[in-house]
C-alpha cells in the first residue's frame, strides 16, 4: 500500500490517506474506546461500518473534482487492490486459470487438426 501511495497518488491524495491513517485511530477511539489495533475483530468491524457509512455520505456530496475521496474509501480500494493481486487472492479465492497456461512439448498432431485458443 505504501508504495502505490507514495509512486501514484498526489501529493493532496497522500496527504488525504496519511491523515486518515491518524483520524482511524481518533474514530476507534471514540467508537470503540481504544486505537484501532487494539480493538477486537468485532470491534474493528463496528468502526469500519462507521467509517463505511460517513465515507458513502462524503463521497456522494463532493462534486467529482472537487476533493479526492473519503481516506476510507482509499484504504478499502487499497486493501482490496492489494488482496486480489496477491498470489492468495488470485489462486485461492477468485477462479485463476494460468495464462498462457502449462507447455507441453510433446503434444501428438493430427494433420488438419484445429489450434487452440484461450
Not at 468491524?45 to 476533493?67: C, G, I, Q, W, Y
Request: charged fraction near 25%.
Amino acid at each position: 500500500m505504501s508504495v502505490m501511495v507514495t509512486d501514484c497518488y498526489t501529493k493532496e491524495q497522500q496527504a488525504v490517506i496519511i491523515n486518515g491513517l491518524k483520524e482511524l485511530d481518533v474514530k476507534a477511539t471514540s467508537t470503540a474506546q481504544q486505537s484501532f489495533m487494539n480493538c477486537t475483530a468485532e470491534k474493528r468491524h463496528e468502526v469500519l461500518t462507521v467509517l463505511e457509512k460517513e465515507a458513502k455520505a462524503f463521497n456522494e456530496a463532493r462534486s467529482d473534482n472537487e476533493k479526492p475521496v473519503h481516506y476510507y474509501t482509499m484504504m478499502k480500494q487499497l486493501t482490496l487492490w492489494g488482496f486480489f493481486s496477491s498470489k492468495t487472492g488470485m489462486t485461492e479465492t477468485l477462479r485463476h486459470i494460468p495464462v498462457p497456461g502449462r507447455y507441453d512439448g510433446n503434444v501428438p498432431y493430427t494433420k488438419g487438426e484445429k489450434a487452440w485458443a484461450e
